[in-house]
């Protein structure tokens, strides 16, 4: 692929992935491209102007294959931050805005929730690791794309954070669900500390299931931790998600030193409890290489009943290096629990400008039980 820009890159695996889901790939194509704007036809070959955090390499963008439990088939998302022409955080809240304007004229989306709350999550000079940033769903058989927003609660610093969401949460009416999910995942003295606010995510539709989701990423957090956590959602199978972390992350932990686990809760207007809860483990900070995630990530979908060939197929999409030979090309892997769609979501990166060094400090679990 060198030679090529980061659009083109980023547009051939597209296409790929909307094959594997049974999409048409040019809503997602044109997308792509109001996205990147100018930082699309950049070579490859220079390194990118802004850092991005999106991914580990900063490429601004993640895909993800999300396979839904109740039978619905599986969708494609795409994370990205929509690329401004100067390296600032200020300019990439700018740019954010501009393509939600682009996207508003092109979609369907509702704004009114959006609406409600943004000034809360402007700042003339955002602080962390981002201001905005969008997700883009695409569904098989569905020509519209759904959008949804991510802003950081941490722009105005970490310590305004807890202000901020209360704040928000206040104006959306979900403040007693909000609370209900704080109190389950955060850890005495720990908020802003080892307990970060990460993402405050609305859905960009006006139906009944459009969604609120707050995300919470605990730092040195165990499986118990995580399984503490869900207990804010009401008839849920809270000790799957242990389970599912072990499995996942390779041990019971605490992940002292990792990438957190992040925590998710999912709110819908009327419920005084957040309906839904997921659970991110950052898969590339427990293994060898992705040959070693791949296997865990087939584990996992077998285990929970899910058809691989979705996966395979999309992994093969994005692939272009034997899977040993690097580390956090899946960078995720998450379960959902409760409304509105349980599920397994798989987080690919697009490592347009590299990727990861296999650990080899770690033996993969094969090696360990071949010798
Ligand atoms: N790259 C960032 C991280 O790993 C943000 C991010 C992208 C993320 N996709 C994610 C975080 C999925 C949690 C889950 O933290």
Same mark, same amino acid.
């Given at each position: 692929?060198?030679?090529?820009?980061?659009?083109?890159? #980023?547009?051939?695996?597209? /296409?790929? %992935?909307?094959?594997?889901? @049974? &999409?048409? *790939?040019?809503? #997602?194509?044109?997308?792509? /491209?109001? %996205?990147?704007?100018?930082? @699309? &036809?950049? *070579?490859?070959?220079?390194?990118?102007?802004?850092?991005?955090?999106?991914?580990?390499?900063?490429?601004?963008?993640?895909?993800?294959?999300?396979?839904?439990?109740?039978?619905?088939?599986?969708?494609l998302r795409v994370l990205g931050e929509a690329q401004a022409g100067a390296p600032t955080s200020a300019a990439h809240l700018s740019a954010a805005h501009r393509f939600l304007g682009v996207v508003a004229s092109r979609h369907d989306v509702a704004l009114d929730r959006f609406d409600q709350v943004a000034d809360l999550f402007a700042a003339p000079d955002p602080d962390g690791e981002f201001a905005l940033w969008h997700s883009m769903v695409f569904r098989a058989g569905q020509q519209e794309p759904e959008f949804k927003i991510y802003f950081n609660p941490e722009l105005r610093g970490i310590e305004n954070a807890p202000n901020l969401l209360d704040d928000a949460m206040d104006r959306l009416g979900l403040e007693a669900a909000y609370d209900a999910a704080m109190r389950a995942a955060v850890r005495p003295n720990e908020l802003g500390r080892r307990d970060r606010l990460a993402f405050f995510a609305l859905d960009l539709h006006d139906s009944p299931s459009a969604r609120t989701k707050v995300y919470v990423a605990q730092h040195d957090a165990s499986a118990a931790d995580a399984v503490r956590s869900a207990g804010?959602?009401?008839?849920?199978?809270?000790?799957?998600?242990?389970?599912?972390?072990?499995?996942?992350?390779?041990?019971?932990?605490?992940?002292?030193?990792?990438?957190?686990?992040?925590?998710?809760?999912?709110?819908?207007?009327?419920?005084?409890?957040?309906?839904?809860?997921?659970?991110?483990?950052?898969?590339?900070?427990?293994?060898?290489?992705?040959?070693?995630?791949?296997?865990?990530?087939?584990?996992?979908?077998?285990?929970?009943?899910?058809?691989?060939?979705?996966?395979?197929r999309a992994v093969a999409a994005v692939a272009d290096r034997p899977l040993e030979a690097g580390r956090g090309l899946i960078a995720h892997v998450s379960l959902r629990l409760g409304a509105p769609r349980p599920g397994m979501t798989v987080y690919l990166s697009s490592e347009a400008f590299g990727s990861g060094e296999p650990d080899h400090q770690r033996v993969p679990a094969r090696g360990r039980t071949a010798a």
């Open positions: 692929m060198s030679g090529s820009s980061l659009y083109e890159h #980023a547009r051939a695996q597209v /296409a790929g %992935l909307c094959d594997v889901v @049974g &999409s048409s *790939p040019s809503p #997602a194509v044109e997308l792509l /491209a109001d %996205l990147l704007g100018p930082a @699309g &036809s950049r *070579p490859l070959s220079d390194p990118p102007v802004w850092p991005s955090t999106v991914a580990d390499d900063h490429t601004p963008l993640e895909w993800s294959i999300a396979l839904n439990r109740d039978g619905e088939p599986p969708t804010a959602v009401d008839g849920i199978d809270t000790e799957a998600v242990g389970e599912f972390c072990a499995l996942a992350a390779g041990g019971a932990g605490p992940f002292v030193g990792d990438r957190p686990l992040v925590s998710s809760y999912t709110f819908l207007q009327g419920a005084d409890r957040p309906v839904g809860f997921s659970l991110y483990v950052p898969i590339r900070s427990h293994v060898a290489n992705d040959a070693e995630a791949y296997e865990r990530v087939l584990v996992l979908l077998t285990r929970y009943g899910y058809d691989t060939t979705v996966i395979e």
